[in-house]
């Protein structure tokens, strides 16, 4: 675990890279309730001009909040999490997709640290002006 008084401003976090693959994405269907057929059925998803299935949102956004976890030691320190969605996350049934996360130190205020992110997948940015408030 970090040491919470030594964080500063322009701290860069470890590189976080996620691999999901089409085994990942049913699972989350289930423990989410989003069965949505973009997630799952190739063919259903480029017919609706999609590349391939693809990651759910929701469970991206949550892959590129793992950084934040475990740089900080404690996720229960984690007190906001705010993104868009840029790009869709493409998985392809042979070795799937990886997703790298990088993040820095952009302000500490009253005892609140405020994280920028940065998650792109095969070079585009999946998630834009991602930012996570963590209780020092």
Same mark, same amino acid.
């Given at each position: 675990?970090i040491d +919470?008084?030594?964080i500063?401003?322009?701290d860069?976090l470890?590189?976080l890279?996620?691999d999901v /693959?089409?085994?990942?994405?049913i699972?989350?269907a289930?423990?989410?309730g989003d !069965?949505?057929?973009?997630?799952? /059925?190739?063919r259903?998803?480029?017919s609706v001009? +999609?590349?391939?299935?693809i ?6 956004m949550?892959a ?5 976890g475990?740089?900080?030691? /404690?996720a229960s320190r984690i007190t &906001?999490y705010?993104t868009r !969605?840029?790009?869709p ?6 070795g799937g ?5 990088? &993040?820095?130190?952009k302000?500490?205020d ?5 994280? /920028?992110? @940065?998650? @792109?997948? &095969?070079?585009?940015k999946? +998630?834009?002006?991602t930012s996570?408030t963590?209780?020092l």
């Amino acid at each position: 675990m970090i040491d +919470l008084t030594r964080i500063s401003v322009g701290d860069q976090l470890p590189t976080l890279t996620v691999d999901v /693959d089409r085994a990942r994405l049913i699972r989350y269907a289930g423990a989410s309730g989003d !069965f949505n057929v973009i997630h799952w /059925d190739e063919r259903f998803a480029k017919s609706v001009g +999609l590349p391939d299935v693809i990651a759910h949102g929701m469970w991206t956004m949550g892959a590129a909040g793992e950084i934040v976890g475990r740089w900080i030691g /404690d996720a229960s320190r984690i007190t &906001g999490y705010s993104t868009r !969605f840029s790009a869709p996350v493409p998985v392809p049934y042979e070795g799937g997709a990886q997703i790298e996360v990088t &993040g820095f130190v952009k302000s500490i205020d009253d005892g609140i640290a405020t994280v /920028d992110l @940065t998650a @792109t997948a &095969g070079g585009a940015k999946v +998630l834009a002006k991602t930012s996570v408030t963590v209780r020092l």
